[in-house]
Every structure is written in structure tokens, then in C-alpha cells.
């Protein structure tokens, strides 16, 4: 699948150290707090991607548009062109799903509800990371979070059993996210995402303007995907508006395959 590259220069912010919290549920409770001052906003950037394709090495570059709703809907299309949605990536409350066009990206469509997934859909780049980047993490049927300190970060430590499952780390001075670290079935990092801050949409909060994935596919070559939005703005969305962005495409005509992930399985349609 398409993975988000670092052919940009890479930032270098410097961090404080501040106080941190003393419980994970303090510390989820000062997230919840810090993402619910996001609201609804729609943006513009472009997206990095340097990923393997038939044993080749290729990277692309194109524009993005994106939209999201607090704290569940989200939908971006990556465009190249003549083509507008290239790349659809979406979601709402309950269901998530992710399409490529181009057939040198394969042609498919990728879709599955929620409610039939594990901790974190299998996605590398998925609306289920990317959630979670804005800070709605999913902890549902895991053992409680632990909280340690590291430098500047409180960190989240997520276990399922004895496995490691994914590492939050969270920047004390303004207890927004900048990192979480996610774990395969062997406790090893699977995949990477990082979070930086440099232009407040309002006066209220900050959003992300630059989301970084890198991973690692099955013959450990790494593949990454970057969004950087040069443009955020806050929007509102009607009825009609919200059928047409965060609602999964009906007309799937095209595609080359079709599958529906079921709890990490792709089911062929």
C-alpha cells in the first residue's frame, strides 16, 4: 500500500520541560481537553510519498486537498492530474476506507466498519492513524494505558497482553501530540507518525501542518508519507455537505480490486 516521505528539510523544534501529569487518566483527560478545542476545518498542501513499486524505488509528489469534522470524519484527496482523487482516504464514526486510481498504484478500493476491526486498522496510511494523530486514540478492548516520562513527553504506553501495542508521546508544555510509535505482533515498530505545529488556525487552537508516516513493508524497505498543508482554515459543514465529504463512495466502478477489511483480513468483493 502507499505509505509519507521526508523529501522536505526536516524541522527541528526545541522543547521545554514542563510539568507532566501523574496518571494516564490525567493525561487522557488533558488530550480529550486539548483536542476538543479543534474544530471543523478544511485545508490544502501537498503530499510526499516515496514508496516500492514493482521492486522500484519511486517517490511522487501532488496536491491534497483535506477535510475534517471533530472528532470522527475525515476525508482527503490526493490529485494528480486529470485525475482529482487519486488517492481518497475517509472516514466517519463508522466506517473508514481508502482508494488509489492510478494504475500504477494498483487501482484499489479498501473499505471496512470499525466495529469489525482490532486496536488499529492495518492501514499504515488509514484514517485509523491519522484519527488518532488529532488525538482521538482508540484504547477500547486493551489493557489500561500506563503512563511513563521521558525528557520533555509524557508517554502513553498501550499493551495488549503482553504485547506492546503503540507509544504516545506527548509534549508537556502544550499537551499536544508529536509522536506515536506503533508496534507489530512482535513488539517491534511497525510504523511511525509525527506531528508538528507551526501555524494556528485561530487563536483557539493549532493543527498540525505537517503529518510525517514512515513504516516498513514486509521485506523491511522503508516506505514513508508526508502531508504538508500550507493552508488551514476553520469551515462549517451542512447536512448535504457532510453526505458528500465523509461518506464512503457508493460508485466504486473501476477499481481493479475491491476488498473489505475484516479485523486485518482483506476480503476480496
Known sequence: MLIVSSCAPQRAEKFNICPGKETAEQSLAALKSSSDQIKSLKATGRCFA?????EKNRKENFPLKFWFEPPSAIRLHGEIPFNPRALDIGCNKNEFWIALKPKEFGSSFVWGLWSEQGALDDMTIGPGSLLEAFGNLRTDDLQPLSLVREGPFDVLVQRE???LVKKVYIYNCDYRIRRIEYFDENSRIAFVVKLSYSTPVSKEFL???RVEITGVDDDNKEQ???LDFDSI???SFTDESRKVFFNRPQDIKGYENIYRLV????VEQ
Open 233 to 235: 482554515k476553520a469551515a
Open 224 to 226: 514513508s508519507f508526508r
Open 50 to 54: 516515496k514508496f516500492i513499486d514493482n
Open 263 to 266: 479485523n486485518g483480513e482483506a
Open 161 to 163: 497482553g503482553e504485547r
Open 207 to 209: 493543527f498540525p501542518d
